[in-house]
Structure formats: structure tokens, C-alpha cells
């Protein structure tokens, strides 16, 4: 088995150090690997990082996209397998033990994908990001339409792309979660890993910027996808929930931020984001005040 591990990085060389060392320090597993980074128009030391492993594969691009970068990686992998790892997120030590047996005793699935711990910006673990719970919905479709993964939770056979073709850089934003209904609406069932394989490094500070991009983009993407499958048609009510609980999901985060902007005395910013957050969702921004939280 041979797996290509592909980090797309971007003016992180602080953070990129983790991830390589993450996947160098791999318990014993029935395969082989590679590291290819992709430096996207970083102006760090990146190159400098990287070049203190001299198994990494390197490249150099400027395709402005993490999901751009990670195209170079696919197109200039080896493997047969490749997993995804962003800079920011580490592999647990078992990861590639654990995906490699669950390829073995899955012969047919092409694209796997595990549970992962939230972490703070020092990887202190928080909750675990189960990702979709394919037994809670009528399709494999629906369910990751209403959730998602991270790339950095997901191994893919690289025939899939042969049918599916590349990420999409004309999104600026969910290129992921495109990639992913993609993949199911092509006919492929992704297989679920149940336990963590990585820590998933959240930011030190949220950008209301990036949360309202991320909102519209994932909002083009749902509305894509759901108009153009035909032969699946998603109940009104079912379509309906899936928007009520990403509304609730962003709305809550710019909550959060504007809280955060208010008690270091930025309140022209606070009051700003919260109406951000009541053009998403009116009542999920009443509703998190009004519980005090």
C-alpha cells in the first residue's frame, strides 16, 4: 500500500513543522508513504522548513487556493491512496495504521474518512467532530449534504478523481464539501472510521470576514448540488433543516467573535459582526443572547 500524503501551506511555516513531523513520527504500519508539500505563493520560510526534510517532496505554486494546491499534490502523487493534511492539523500516531487496516478490510470503498478532536490553537483537545453518521439518513448523499468533513480527516483512492476530476478553484471557500457530494453523486460510498485519527487546530482568533465568505460559499455549494440531482429529489422539510442548522451553525460563531471583539473594547466591530449574524439568522442570534451565553 502506498499512500501520498499531500499538505497544501500557506504562510504557515510555524504551523507546517507539526503536520510534517506528525506524519514522519507514524506508528509501524503494512505500507509506504510520501509527504508532498505544496508551498502556495507563501513569503515565510516555508522553503526553509521543508528543506530540513529532505524526504519531503516540494513544490512551488501560486494558485491563490488551498483546494489549487492540493491539485498539484494529486496530480504529482505516486500513491495509490492519497490523504490530505492541512498545516495547521497534526495526524495522530496511528492514523496510517488505522486507515491502512480499514483499506485491507474494506476492499471495495474508495474513500475513508475518520472522526477528529477540535482542538485549541496549542492542540489541547476539546470535543470530537464525528463527521456524518451515514445510519442517520435515507442517503448517503443527504448525509453529507447536511454535514461535513475535514480534508484532513479523509483518504481517497485516486481513481476517484479520474471520474470526478479536481477541487474546484473557482470556490473560494467549500471546495471541500463540493468535492465531497461529488464523490457520493459519482456512486462512491465513503466508509466511516469511527475514532479520531487527528487533531484539528482551530484558529486563535475567528475573521468575520472569512465566516460570512465561508457562509455564502457553502451556501452556493448546497444550493448547486441540491438543484442539480434530479433523480434524488430532497423533500422540502429535510432541505429546509439542512439550511436552518448551517445558519445556526455560522450565526453562532460570528456570536461568538462579537463577544470576543466586545470584551477587548472593539464594540463598533461587535456591533457590526452581530448584524452580520442577524442577516444569517435572526432568531439563532436572539437565541444565543437570550440564553446568556
Not at 500500500?1 to 510555524?14: C, V
Not at 507546517?16 to 513531523?21: C, K, M, N, S
Not at 495547521?88 to 475518520?114: C, E, G, W
Not at 482542538?119 to 439518513?137: E, F, M, S, V
Request: hydrophobic share 40%.
Amino acid at each position: 500500500m502506498f499512500i501520498s500524503i499531500i499538505i497544501p501551506t500557506h504562510n504557515r511555516a510555524d504551523l507546517l513543522r507539526d503536520a510534517i513531523e506528525s506524519v514522519l513520527s507514524q506508528e509501524p504500519w503494512e505500507g509506504t508513504l510520501e509527504i508532498i508539500v505544496v508551498n502556495d505563493a507563501s513569503n515565510d520560510n516555508t522553503a526553509e522548513i521543508v528543506a530540513k526534510y529532505p524526504s519531503v517532496r516540494y513544490f512551488e505554486t501560486n494558485q491563490q487556493s488551498a483546494g489549487g494546491a492540493r491539485n498539484i499534490g494529486i496530480q504529482q502523487a505516486k500513491g495509490d491512496w492519497l490523504a490530505f493534511l492541512d498545516d495547521d492539523d497534526v495526524f495522530l500516531p496511528h492514523k496510517l495504521k488505522k486507515v491502512s487496516n480499514a483499506i485491507l478490510q474494506n476492499a471495495t470503498a474508495r474513500m475513508f474518512y475518520s472522526s477528529a478532536w477540535i482542538c485549541d490553537h496549542k492542540l489541547t483537545k476539546g470535543w470530537i467532530w464525528q463527521g456524518p453518521n451515514l445510519n442517520r439518513y435515507s442517503s448517503c448523499w443527504e448525509a453529507f449534504l447536511d454535514d461535513v468533513v475535514s480534508v484532513s480527516m479523509v483518504v481517497i483512492n485516486k481513481e476517484i478523481f479520474e471520474k470526478t476530476g479536481l477541487f474546484d478553484t473557482d470556490l473560494k471557500r467549500a471546495q471541500d464539501r463540493d468535492m465531497w457530494l461529488r464523490i457520493v453523486e459519482a456512486g462512491y460510498i465513503p466508509s466511516p472510521i469511527s475514532e479520531p485519527l487527528i487533531l484539528y487546530r482551530s484558529r486563535i482568533k475567528e475573521s468575520s470576514k472569512l465566516l460570512l465568505d465561508s457562509w455564502k460559499y457553502n451556501t452556493q455549494v448546497l444550493d448547486h448540488h441540491i438543484s442539480s440531482i434530479k433523480y434524488q429529489p430532497l423533500p422540502f422539510l429535510k432541505k429546509s433543516r439542512i439550511y436552518w442548522k448551517m445558519r445556526g451553525w455560522y450565526a453562532d460563531r460570528l456570536v461568538q467573535l462579537a463577544i470576543q471583539e466586545k470584551k477587548e473594547n472593539n464594540k463598533q466591530e461587535a456591533k457590526r459582526i452581530i448584524r452580520i449574524a442577524m442577516h444569517i439568522s435572526l432568531f439563532h442570534t436572539m437565541k444565543r443572547f437570550l440564553l446568556g451565553r
